[in-house]
């Protein structure tokens, strides 16, 4: 059972666009939503996250907005750089003090200049 | 601060032999993940310590995989006789309990098994 899903698996957007990543999740006791980025033979580094407290979390030109009665989240990436090609990760964990993330499957972003 | 600290990068095996992963966490940090990580897939938690204790080790497949922490610092995963379906990059992270922050990545180990 895949508790945390993303879409789409693979996205490609243009310089300067708008990118858009999906996850959504099934366990309502999730209270903590960290997006990871990943690049080529890299390991996961942390990007931003996010509490159910907000519905919104901002850092520079990365967004997370939460919806928590659906239980759908979108990391938004504005001014979409070259640089940002990687693959992200949404990941989910039900208690804040054990960090016990589930990670989504990834979605692959590629930016062309 | 230092990060997390994973040896060796890679490793290449064949099938039935066994291996060990070390890992360093980053200084402070009371609890130790392992997670493994296949080609084109999310990281999957294998086991998790707080201190020397494990917490979880319910996904460690416990026929071949071991893990341990004895002094709460450093810790070894070790595959007993590795299968071709183990080839993954194996991610160690570390966190600190009460400390709002994800756990952090070490580089990880990616192992092959031919």
């Known amino acids: 059972q895949q508790q945390v899903r993303q879409s789409p698996q693979s996205l490609t957007v243009w310089e300067g666009e708008t990118a858009i990543l999906n996850c959504s999740y099934e366990d309502s006791t999730f209270d903590y939503f960290p997006w990871y980025w990943q690049f080529p033979r890299e390991s996961p580094a942390l990007l931003i996250a996010i509490r159910p407290v907000s519905n919104k979390k901002e850092d520079g030109r990365f967004t997370i907005f939460f919806n928590k009665r659906e239980k759908k989240l979108s990391l938004h990436i504005t001014d979409s750089q070259p640089g940002d090609s990687a693959t992200y990760f949404c990941?989910?964990?039900?208690?804040?003090?054990?960090?016990?993330?589930?990670f989504g499957s990834g979605t692959q972003l590629t930016v062309m200049p | 601060e230092a990060g997390v600290t994973q040896s060796p990068r890679y490793a290449v095996l064949q099938e039935g032999q066994a291996v060990s992963f070390w890992c360093d966490p980053i200084?402070?940090?009371?609890?130790l993940y392992w997670y493994q990580q296949p080609r084109d897939q999310g990281p999957q938690l294998l086991v998790y310590?707080?201190?020397?204790?494990?917490?979880?080790n319910s996904q460690l497949p416990s026929d071949r995989f071991s893990a341990v922490r004895p002094k709460g610092t450093n810790s070894t995963l070790k595959i007993q006789s590795a299968k071709q379906g183990d080839t993954a990059t194996y991610l160690c992270?570390?966190?600190?309990?009460?400390?709002?922050?994800?756990?952090?990545f070490g580089e990880g180990t990616r192992l092959s098994v031919l």
């Open positions: 992270a570390s966190s600190r309990q009460g400390n709002n922050q994800a756990p952090l």
């Open positions: 200084s402070g940090h009371d609890t």
């Open positions: 990941a989910a964990s039900a208690s804040s003090g054990s960090w016990q993330l589930i």
């Open positions: 310590f707080r201190d020397e204790a494990v917490i979880d």
